[in-house]
């Protein structure tokens, strides 16, 4: 295994793919390098002096400044470097091409599900969905009761209950947000089978969410039944009853052939380490360069983890209109923070310092390589479902759970989740761990599908034809390990007042 990469010609630090002991000499350099101090695995240190204020240069940009002089050799971490991002900017429009690296590849399919609206689902799920979160522990007792009339979950791969503790006592924005992200659910294309589960006296109506819903598209009756336990004097015989009316629905459902233009998958990170934008990160973007090229779709998320590389996006805006789109959600949601007086560039969290990351822009770059080099073809704001194919932006911050549910409420039929720490959080969409490392790979077996570490002894062309294979079998039904766990979960974002 090498000692460390250089991830830009331009770059003055590398990075360290081992623990490395102080006094290691990196002689394969132009001008050989001795560590001053240990470094360990993903953490940075310098290939020349640099003097105070001077600019550390990762992935070919700026990552910050060093706060002291440091010589060649030297760790360069939170205590010596320091960011340079300012609050909101504004941005000229400078396009810039890159070549997608699959051009000319022959046309590849899927076996997924086709629906009658015209969208294609890779589960055929079914999900019960509480419009309010006081209903929360009746849901368990009638899945138990039909699980055991159809231990094998009848005509469903899976059952999912979609847990939240929202729905009433919500005002304005923050009840809509709540109300649109439960609809988008409900219209999930992965859906088989849908029970909406109400009370009867909450904020949020039956009425209206059949009324959000009908918005979209018309109700469905044979795939998507209504419940309000209130109204009824037995809520969980008429709950299984109507769980089979939809199981009966479902019983011809089966698999057929789909291009993979028909893919959406949401690209997403959690629990990054300073290798997470080395290996799991640009993986990914192969992997999203891939599926457009195919006429598929891939959705970046995470807006604060867009931060010191915004412009990098900008660039790759399809049209000045797309551009300004870009411009609009990066200053949007620093505002958000400014309304909260809140800083900015709190970002990164404690465990990707531990993990070798020291900004939010070397977080940032490192996050965004799973966007590939794809141009960006439209910006979506929180809620909102795919609009067109290609590369898409999706506004969400960067907390795991609220993103990961925001992308599978924009209709991506799978998550791809990179990680360097690893977590076991999915959402209720198929959710693909991919370890940065082969250490929390072999660490955590239940957590992490894919191993994207084997880059440290594989080119990246034969890890991404290898990884290309996989999604695709995991589209076609191969179980993620969310899925044989029973790790399912959605988590909306909350901006508003509780009365």
């Known amino acids: ?77 939170t205590h010596n470097l320091a960011t340079n991002l300012k609050d909101q900017l504004a941005y000229d429009y400078q396009p810039m091409t890159i070549p997608n690296h699959y051009q000319k590849e022959p046309e590849r399919y899927f076996m997924g599900y086709k629906r009658d609206n015209g969208k294609v689902g890779i589960r055929n799920n079914l999900y019960i969905i509480p419009t309010v979160g006081c209903i929360n522990p009746l849901l368990d007792i009638f899945v138990q009761q039909f699980k055991a009339l159809h231990p094998d979950n009848g005509s469903f791969d899976n059952i999912i209950v979609l847990k939240h503790p929202y729905g009433c006592s919500q005002l304005g924005d923050d009840f809509e947000m709540t109300r649109r992200i439960l609809v988008d659910a409900a219209l999930q294309p992965n859906a088989g089978g849908v029970l909406v589960f109400g009370l009867g006296c909450e904020n949020n109506q039956m009425d209206g969410m059949k009324a959000a819903i009908e918005a979209y598209e018309p109700i469905n009756p044979d795939r998507m039944k209504f419940i309000i336990s209130q109204e009824v004097k037995d809520e969980l015989g008429d709950a299984l009853d109507l769980l089979e009316e939809l199981n009966e629905a479902a019983k011809d459902d089966h698999r057929v052939k789909c291009p993979l233009s028909d893919l959406k998958i949401g690209l997403k990170c959690g629990g990054s380490d300073g290798l997470s934008g080395v290996t799991a990160n640009p993986l990914l973007g192969r992997l999203s360069d891939y599926i457009v090229a195919q006429g598929g779709s891939t959705v970046l998320t995470e807006v604060p983890e867009m931060f010191g590389a915004e412009q990098i996006l900008m660039s790759r805006a399809k049209d000045q209109p797309t551009f300004e789109k870009i411009v609009e959600l990066i200053n949007e949601f620093k505002a958000y923070f400014e309304s909260y007086h809140q800083p900015i560039y709190e970002n990164p969290s404690p465990g990707n310092k531990e993990g070798g990351i020291s900004t939010l822009e070397d977080k940032s770059l490192g996050c965004t390589q799973k966007s590939g080099t794809s141009p960006v073809c439209d910006v979506l704001q929180y809620g909102d479902k795919l609009k067109t194919n290609g590369l898409s932006l999706l506004q969400a911050p960067g907390n795991d759970l609220v993103s990961s549910s925001a992308l599978a409420s924009a ?89």
């Open 1 to 77: 295994m090498n000692q460390y990469v250089i991830l830009n010609a331009n770059d003055n630090v590398a990075v360290a793919l081992q623990d490395l002991m102080a006094g290691t000499v990196i002689s394969d350099l132009e001008t050989p390098v001795t560590l001053q101090e240990d470094v360990k695995r993903g953490h940075k240190f310098t290939l020349q002096a640099l003097s105070k204020n001077a600019d550390v240069i990762k992935y070919g940009y700026p990552i910050g400044h060093v706060t002291e002089d440091v010589v060649a050799g030297q760790w360069v971490h």
């Open 411 to 499: 209709d991506c039929q799978m998550v791809l989740f990179t990680t360097g720490r690893g977590t076991p959080f999915a959402t209720y969409v198929p959710t693909v761990k991919v370890a940065s490392n082969s250490y929390i790979a072999d660490k955590k077996p239940r957590w992490i599908d894919f191993d994207a570490g084997q880059l440290m002894n594989k080119s990246m062309d034969d890890l991404a034809d290898q990884f290309i294979d996989f999604i695709i079998e995991t589209a076609s039904g191969r179980p993620t390990n969310n899925e044989q766990f029973g790790i399912h979960g959605i988590a909306i974002f909350k901006n508003g007042v509780t009365e």
